[in-house]
């Protein structure tokens, strides 16, 4: 994958360096973020609430962070990533007649930080949070989603940030408050048609990427399969074999592998979010 000369608008908040000091809001917001944690990568919510609970302390509230361009390279790439959503995302939203608002912010953080939903921390991988329209990310991430998932490569990297951007269009067009009603949990539930869709969301950002930021963003074939082997390591069936041993469709929030790489390639042939439509899918 080539980024290097991406554009960049700076919509970085770099929190790194500042420490996981004070929180605000705990209680329904704790639980509020455990469920992001578990919906994200499968992370188990008592897990996250424990180190949630430990983290609230008395202490400072965490002032906010640097905001603008970064200049280290891990940095940098999250900062094109995000610039090329929004160039590809503007203009398929506006024919629409819905005016694309980028994420407040993707947050730069270690270890953990206070958000909208409750606190962050680096355990739970990158999520979105809809109460401050704002992405969270520890880059020590990028080391797990290879050691761990076995995802390498730029463009798996860049898939799971298009997914969380993909959660902020979702908000955009009321999608999420459509997938509350329809549950948590489940093979056929809310939220694995809203993940679903977010990695549809994705795929259809890899396929105008290039065009959008004028040839400066270039996404062969062999990205497609690491952006393919990132969302077939985060399925549920295939974290629940590894973690309990067994599947159990009841409690899946993302979806299989086969699903979420098949909506990931559906967004990327197609390249229109219609096509992404998992609420209205028979076959998920």
């Known amino acids: 994958m080539e980024w290097e000369d991406g554009r960049q608008e700076g919509n970085i908040e770099d929190r790194r360096g500042m420490g996981p000091v004070g929180v605000v809001g705990g209680g329904v ?52 990533i995000e610039t090329s959503n929004r160039d590809v995302w503007t203009p398929i939203l506006a024919q629409q007649g819905v005016r694309y608002r980028p994420p407040r912010a993707v947050v730069l953080y270690d270890r953990a930080t206070p958000t909208g ?13 809809p109460a401050d329209q704002k992405v969270y990310l520890d880059l020590s991430f990028w080391n797990e989603l290879e050691s761990r998932f076995g995802a390498k490569g730029r463009f798996a990297r860049a898939y799971v940030i298009s997914h969380e951007i993909g959660h902020h269009v979702q908000t955009l067009l009321g999608t999420s408050d459509q997938a509350r009603r329809l549950g948590a949990r489940g093979a056929e539930s809310g939220s694995v048609r809203l993940e679903l869709q977010a990695d549809c969301y994705a795929g259809v950002w890899a396929a105008h990427a290039g065009e959008a930021s004028g040839g400066k963003i270039v996404i062969d074939r062999a990205d497609i399969r690491d952006g393919l082997g990132a969302a077939a390591a985060v399925g549920d069936d295939t974290l629940q074999k590894e973690t309990q041993g067994q599947v159990v469709p009841d409690s899946f929030t993302h979806g299989t592998s086969a699903q979420r790489m098949r909506w990931f390639t559906r967004g990327y042939d197609q390249g229109d979010p219609a096509a992404c439509d998992t609420f209205s899918a028979e076959r998920l």
């Open 29 to 80: 917001g704790a639980v509020v973020l455990a469920a992001i944690g578990y919906f994200v990568f499968g992370i188990d919510p008592r897990a996250t609430l424990q180190a949630t609970q430990q983290l609230q302390e008395p202490a400072a509230v965490q002032q906010e962070g640097a905001r603008g361009r970064v200049t280290d390279q891990e940095g940098r790439f999250v900062d094109v």
């Open 117 to 129: 939903c409750g606190t962050g921390q680096s355990a739970m991988g990158p999520f979105y949070c």
